[in-house]
């Protein structure tokens, strides 16, 4: 006798996780997607924050005695592949997990499944289906010993076996990163209780389970995930200059503000340009938007001053505020201006 399936819910509500070195307005990108898709996006969390959350879990579930203590464990995250490599420290303490620091790059996946493509099948060009299925042996070997690789080519079937041994011959700097990070960490091996493999969706679903109002979806454990921004965050200023208002790993809720005075004589408005990046130019980063302010009083050059205001709120929304004040005093003039951010598409993928 067949048991019943339970009835399918309509999915609403979705946590996708996001490589560390994705900006605002591929973020934004992806909400506009999750919309036209009829989702609503309740987080984009960073993958090493995802896996942070699920490490603070499980230290809940096993070390019992570790809840409300004030012990703290302080993890390193660090995941190369899939085109992206991530690195996050993170420190947990009673279901807490804070990130302290986190940082990534572009680089990774590609270089990886090729090097193997042409070690697997040196004359075999790298179709589709065939970079899936080596793609998919890849994934396999980050949490088993070996994988199977199978895939059909024309006529023909294509399969073939490879360990993780000779997978690490062929992509010798996969060894060599893994020897650096856990030399550096001082440890023998990596943190055994965590599939490597799974652990950014089980912590999307705890996040998620969180930001629902559910609690744990597998205990009575309290969780809460300290964020933190990825990239400083500041506007245009001084010429071409990049002056940073928000830096970078700085806490998710957060709110910064800096004084600025005017550039030329009588100045009675101000462009301010929005802008997220690493470098010390605004050509080193990406454009967020833009707005005008005016009711700057009439003066010589460097005596009124303008207030701009950063705030960044639980679900990582950036609203930016300004205002002007007069010459001596900085108290606002005018209700401050409020856009939020971004609000133009420069084309960054």
Same mark, same amino acid.
């Given at each position: 006798?067949? $048991?019943?399936?339970?009835?399918?819910?309509? &999915?609403?509500?979705? &946590?996708?996780?996001?490589?560390?070195?994705?900006?605002?307005?591929?973020?934004?990108?992806?909400?506009?997607?999750? @919309? !036209? *898709?009829?989702?609503?996006?309740?987080? +984009? !969390?960073?993958?090493?924050?995802? &896996? *942070?959350?699920?490490?603070?879990?499980?230290?809940?579930?096993?070390?019992?005695?570790? /809840?409300?203590? =004030?012990?703290?464990? &302080?993890?390193?995250?660090?995941?190369?592949? @899939?085109?992206?490599?991530?690195?996050?420290?993170? @420190?947990?303490?009673?279901?807490?997990?804070?990130?302290?620091? !986190?940082?990534?790059?572009?680089?990774?996946?590609? =270089?990886?499944?090729l090097n193997l493509i042409r070690f697997v099948a040196p004359f075999t060009k790298s179709a589709g289906l065939f970079r899936i299925a080596v793609q998919h042996a890849i994934h396999q070997l980050s949490f088993q010993d070996s994988a199977t690789i199978e895939a059909k080519l024309g006529r023909f079937t294509f399969s073939t076996k490879i360990n993780r041994t000779k997978f690490e011959e062929v992509n010798r700097k996969v060894f060599k990163v893994k020897n650096l990070v856990l030399n550096l960490c001082k440890k023998d091996q990596a943190y055994p209780g965590i599939n490597q493999f799974e652990s950014a969706v089980y912590g999307a *679903?705890?996040?998620?389970?969180?930001?629902?109002?559910? =609690?744990?979806?597998?205990?009575? +454990?309290? +969780?809460?995930?300290?964020?933190? /921004?990825?990239?400083?965050?500041?506007?245009? @200023?001084?010429?071409?200059?990049?002056?940073?208002? !928000?830096?970078?790993?700085?806490?998710?809720?957060?709110?910064?503000?800096?004084?600025?005075?005017?550039?030329?004589?009588?100045?009675?408005?101000?462009?301010?340009?929005?802008?997220? $990046?690493? =470098?010390?130019?605004?050509?080193?980063?990406?454009?967020?938007g833009y707005f005008k302010i005016g009711g700057i009083p009439p003066a010589k050059k460097g005596c009124s001053e303008v207030i701009v205001a950063m705030d960044i709120d639980a679900s990582n929304a950036l609203k930016v505020y300004a205002a002007a004040s007069n010459p001596g005093s900085r108290q606002p003039l005018l209700p401050y201006l409020e856009v939020r951010m971004p609000n133009v598409d420069d084309g960054h993928g």
């Open positions: 006798m067949c $048991g019943k399936l339970p009835p399918l819910k309509t &999915v609403r509500d979705v &946590v996708l996780t996001v490589p560390v070195s994705f900006s605002r307005l591929q973020l934004t990108r992806i909400e506009r997607a999750c @919309a !036209m *898709a009829g989702l609503h996006a309740l987080r +984009l !969390m960073p993958e090493p924050t995802a &896996v *942070a959350l699920l490490f603070s879990q499980q230290l809940q579930r096993t070390v019992r005695e570790n /809840i409300g203590s =004030g012990s703290e464990k &302080v993890a390193l995250i660090f995941n190369m592949g @899939a085109g992206y490599c991530d690195v996050c420290r993170t @420190a947990t303490s009673g279901g807490v997990s804070e990130i302290k620091g !986190m940082a990534g790059s572009a680089i990774g996946g590609e =270089g990886l499944l *679903a705890l996040e998620g389970a969180v930001a629902s109002g559910q =609690g744990n979806p597998v205990g009575n +454990l309290d +969780l809460l995930s300290k964020q933190s /921004i990825v990239h400083p965050l500041g506007i245009k @200023a001084d010429g071409n200059a990049f002056v940073r208002i !928000m830096e970078r790993n700085s806490a998710i809720p957060s709110r910064k503000e800096l004084w600025f005075t005017t550039a030329h004589h009588n100045q009675t408005e101000a462009l301010i340009m929005v802008y997220e $990046g690493e =470098g010390h130019k605004v050509e080193e980063s990406h454009l967020l």
